[in-house]
T-cell receptor
Framework: EAGVVQSPRYKIIEKKQPVAFWCNPI?????LYWYLQNLGQGPELLIR????????DSQLPKDRFSAERLKGVDSTLKIQPAELGDSAVYLC???????????????FGPGTRLTVL | GENVEQHPSTLSVQEGDSAVIKCTYS??????FPWYKQELGKRPQLIID?????GEKKDQRIAVTLNKTAKHFSLHITETQPEDSAVYFC??????????FGAGTTVTVRA
C-alpha cells in the first residue's frame, strides 16, 4: 500500500513569489492534515479536512495561505506571496477519519522542504 | 490551547543502554499521547501511543508511561541500537486529530 505522497520534495523560490504543494493521502483516508515543521521543532497543524470540508483552519495564516481539497482526495496548499519566514518543511498527513472517542493514527508524507530566498 | 514541553532536547547514549524522554502537557482534557520517530530527512512515524485509561504500555524495546495527575508521560527505550538514532516527538490531544507536538529530542546511539 502506498503511503502519503507529496510533491515537490524540495522547492526554492524568491520571496514574494507564489508556491504550491500537493498531497495525495492514503486511499480511503477521509481526514487530511497540513502541518508546518520549522527546523528543530515539532509539526504544527495548519489545517484539517474531513473529506472536502476544512473543519479546522484556525492556525492557517489566511492572508497569504490557502488550501483546497476539492474532491475530498488530493489537496493543495498555496502560499502567495511567500516570505522569508515561510522557509520550513510542509508535511501532509492523513487518517481514516475522526470522530468522538475514536483514535486514528496519522500517517505522514515525506514533506516538502521550502526555501525562500 | 495545549502546550507540550519535551526534555531533553538532545540525548546521547551508549549502545545497549536505556534512553528516557519526558514530556509534560498543560491541558487536563488531553487523553491521547502518541510518540513519533523521525529519521533524518524522513517522515515522522508513529512508534507507540497511550490513552488515558492506562498507565503504561510496552512494545518490545519501547515503553510509554503516563501520569495523568502530574500531567506527564515518558518514552523508554531499552537496549538501544544504532537504528534508534533519530528525533523523537511526543504529542498530546484530547481527540484523535488535534495533536500538539513537543519540540523533539535528538537521540544519538554511540556504537
Amino acid at each position: 500500500e502506498a503511503g502519503v505522497v507529496q510533491s515537490p520534495r524540495y522547492k526554492i523560490i524568491e520571496k514574494k513569489q507564489p508556491v504550491a504543494f500537493w498531497c495525495n493521502p492514503i486511499s480511503g483516508h477521509n481526514t487530511l492534515y497540513w502541518y508546518l515543521q520549522n527546523l528543530g521543532q515539532g509539526p504544527e497543524l495548519l489545517i484539517r479536512y474531513e473529506n472536502e470540508e476544512a473543519v479546522d483552519d484556525s492556525q492557517l495564516p489566511k492572508d497569504r495561505f490557502s488550501a483546497e481539497r476539492l474532491k475530498g482526495v488530493d489537496s493543495t496548499l498555496k502560499i502567495q506571496p511567500a516570505e522569508l519566514g515561510d522557509s520550513a518543511v510542509y508535511l501532509c498527513a492523513s487518517s481514516l477519519g475522526s470522530g468522538r472517542g475514536s483514535y486514528n493514527e496519522q500517517f505522514f508524507g515525506p514533506g516538502t522542504r521550502l526555501t525562500v530566498l | 490551547g495545549e502546550n507540550v514541553e519535551q526534555h531533553p532536547s538532545t540525548l546521547s547514549v551508549q549502545e545497549g543502554d536505556s534512553a528516557v524522554i519526558k514530556c509534560t502537557y498543560s491541558d487536563s482534557a488531553s487523553n491521547y499521547f502518541p510518540w513519533y520517530k523521525q529519521e533524518l530527512g524522513k517522515r515522522p512515524q508513529l512508534i507507540i501511543d497511550i490513552r488515558s485509561n492506562v498507565g503504561e504500555k510496552k512494545d518490545q524495546r519501547i515503553a510509554v508511561t503516563l501520569n495523568k495527575t502530574a500531567k506527564h508521560f515518558s518514552l523508554h527505550i531499552t537496549e538501544t541500537q544504532p537504528e534508534d538514532s533519530a528525533v523523537y516527538f511526543c504529542a498530546a490531544s484530547e481527540d484523535d486529530y488535534k495533536l500538539s507536538f513537543g519540540a523533539g529530542t535528538t537521540v544519538t546511539v554511540r556504537a
